[in-house]
């Protein structure tokens, strides 16, 4: 069999028998010394027969490379410096540069110019070098090889020239079949045909897999274990007011956690439709904080801070026991951005209603959610969170991390259920996302989920398991 | 959370605790420890400032070690001191009392100042709800001390001051004045609160800075504090902490008489009937009379089972009602020993629409050859361009605006991949937001999908043939209308219609212009199309 390049090769020379390598590598725009080696790859497998001839070449060093576009410096020195006046030499020293030597010393030698007390006066007005033809088209029988190889600017070396005889007549390509198609299939040309082979064992080029994004899988997993579990999804939307971001959720319009650092504020103000609602809140507040509630204040815009303004809303929406439902979204907070924080970030948040649901069911529920993404171990610490009593927060037990916090939970206060008008009683839970993608996908820095590098999500392997 | 630093040695010590035995009741109490070097840095729930101070940790510790049990009982005596209380319009609420017999040294001092520095962040609002004031008693020459409004080129020597000041200098050349000065100032009536004595020595501006004069030192013996305030609600809960774990520290508490509108008793205990079986049912355990008793004991509360009540002690502010001692027993019981009640889920949920035509279309995109990408909601202005939601504090000129189309998102993310292998065919669906009147927030979200692709040649045909393809599957038939678009070249642009002529999105080459602004040098053809205006197609 042979390769492309061979075949290549053969085709050529089956038009006209025999050739030399130099040519070869021209016509077909080869490199030569991959000519040489297909040469020798041909002569073993019988197909052709090479004589191996050595001849002498000329070659331009680097200088004479430069030389030959720009002119030797004795040229240079009549033609640009001197145009038939007499310089001072400093001046020419100046002008030349390094070149000053050589021009001075070649100039003289060719009895171009004089020098005489400190001036230089040319003897010619025009000056072409007859090397220069020689050094631009290097040509071994050229007089002027040994003058320009004493220069430094030309070097002597071999190349070894084979002269090529094909031996055995291979079909040409043009009877050879390169691509199948339809048309020789149905005019069934392809029969007694050989098909040209191809190098099946190298590797392709670039292939544009499309794939999902591994973050987004992680986020729809979530999805499908909250579903499955039978909870509801809700959807609710990035501009939120402080009204359900904030106030329902029992948190006093002083509190440390709405200050302005904490949020991104959005120009303007929010309208809660439902004004028993609002007297519902200002009543709740006024009641069990001990303040003057204001409702300017609760109208305020934000980018929401946490999904529990989806809980907020689900809950405004005065559910009926029994209700469970889940959101996962985006959530903005204000931060300095590193390997670990991000502006924009992804939470859980968990809800459900029932006559007598309690913490011992709480913790049942995140426990089983936990197991359902595989982490077996759990353990419970009391925590504080304005909107729910008790208050825990729940650790997993994570490989060699060991206890990882996951979620903080709680049941939903009762306050809030009055104000929304919600019979029986709630367990609440939030938990963050990007913490547990990068250990699930095993990414080490948050912003590699959200990488703009296309090559990083191409290179990336799916995963197998979950 | 908040985190107070003590003394490691001393605190372990008075506590009489080894480090991981700690560490452990710490946990149950809703706090973390950390050493660090002769420090001990321990992290306390913003909800039990009680903690603050280590008498605080000793009293509860006690408790949950049964050393000692039920609620600590302060006596408070009487003493000859009185507080006058005149009208200040800013900051109307002020309150006294004196703790008699503390043994000061360096690191009790500290500590104490600490905790009064705790409350004023947390329960304070930084100063601006509550400050405290505390004073060397045997400093203050009258029985009687006033709190009224002064004006402001009254003179005092503040505290780490040599000299006489005017009010409105120490506001304006101290740290505590520039930081504190503009919370009660009354710019009026050119006035500041302070608390003086009887003859106008002022002990302090609050809630700036309190006098040199009545500074404490570790050689004072008996203190006078005041709290001044805007909620006398919290005054008083921030009075009663600090004298609390003074008290539990060996102070002896002594009242001062207050004339004032509002009639005041520190150290107040309140009585909260107990509803059992709302409490039993929150938790969701099984517990007897007697054993909520002994877990509220432990808790250092008393229960009396006659009345179904307790008195919820004085320091305690973070009770309000049922739950809240719900969490208490739960505490004392040990959330470790509450056996979470098996899950059981009876039928599937439900994912919302928008989900679900986000996965289909999401298939039909990968099948379409298109790489989904992730990109932020959150972007510059400069990346946008006609109606969108501006970030008013944002904290980087990259990210103060809301995107309003993935459109500009994903330029910026084909500028940063031109020299990754060709062609780039990617996708996103995402959310943008967008204005919308009908809404409470006057905005909405809608979900967008963007097909893109950057390559040697990009043209039309080849963004519309996929986009085409992707709608047929949905079952939709889509129109081409010409329109002029900012992103796509004239002739080469156009609106996606459905249904009754309505537009869901638009796809076209993008101008030159703008693969300019974006660095691109690349052809680029994209689609956006509204999956949220699909969805009411075809479901």
Redesign the interface.
Known sequence: MLSEKERNIVDYLSSRGQATSDQISKDLGMDYSSVLSLLELLKSKGIVDIEVNEEEEVELTEEGKERATKGLPEEVLINEILKGKEVKINDVKDKMGEDFKIAITWGKKKNLIEVEGGVVKPKVEHYVSPELETLRNPNPNSPFIDVLVKRGLLKKGKKVIAKVTLLKPIASQTEMITTLTHDILVNESWKNKEFRPFNVEAFPPFFPLAKKHFFKEFLDKLKDVMVGLGFKEIVTDYIEIEFYNFDLLFQPQDHPAREIHDSFSIKGNGNVKDSNLISNVKEMHEKWWKYTWNPDISKRLLLRSHTTATTARTLASGPTPPFRSFTIGKVFRPDAIDATHILEFHQLDGLIIEEDFSFKDLLGVLKEIFARIGIEKVKFKPAYFPFTEPSVEAYGLIGKLGWVELSGAGMLRPEILEAVRVKGRAGAWGLGIERLAMLYTGTDDVRKLYSYDIEYLRDRKVSLRW | MVTINLNRERLLKKLNLREDELEDLL????SESKVSGDSIEIEV????PDLFSSDGLKRAIDGLKERAVGEPKYPVFESDYELKVEEVRKRPYAIAAIVKEIKLDEEYLKEIIQLQEKLHA?IG?KR??VAIGIHDLGKITSKTIVYKEVPLDYKFVPLGERRLLEVKEVLQSTNQGKEYGNISIDQDRGTMPAIMEENGNVMSIPPVINSEHTRITQKSKDLFIDVTGT?L?AVLQTINILISNLAEGGGKIYSVKIHSRDRIDIMKREELVIDKLRVQ?????RLDEKEIQHLLAKDRIDYFLESSSIIIPPYRVDI?????I??DI??MYG??K??????V????????N??LIE?TI?EL??G???????????TKKDNLIGDY????????DE?NA?RNSLIPVIL??LS??QH??F????FESG?I?VRNKD???????ERMLTIALMDSKAGYEEIQSPLHQILLNLSIQPKYSSKESPYFIKGRSASVIIGNNEEIGSLGEIRPELLKKFDIKYPVAIAEISLNKILTHVY
Do not use: C, W
């Open positions: 946990f149950n109490l809703k729930n913003a909800d039990r947390t609002r601006k709800k909620s609600h049912k929150v938790l969701g355990l309000i009602r049922d739950e809240d719900a969490e739960a505490m959330y470790s509450i056996e979470p009640q098996r899950f889920s009876y039928k599937l949920g439900t994912y919302d928008i989900t996965r999401k995109s990968i379409a050859g298109f790489q989904e990408v992730f990109t932020y909601v959150l939601v501006v970030i008013e504090n944002p904290i980087s990210y809301v910026d993310f940063k991949n990754s292998r062609p780039v065919k990617i959310d937001v809404n409470e927030t006057g905005y909405k979200n």
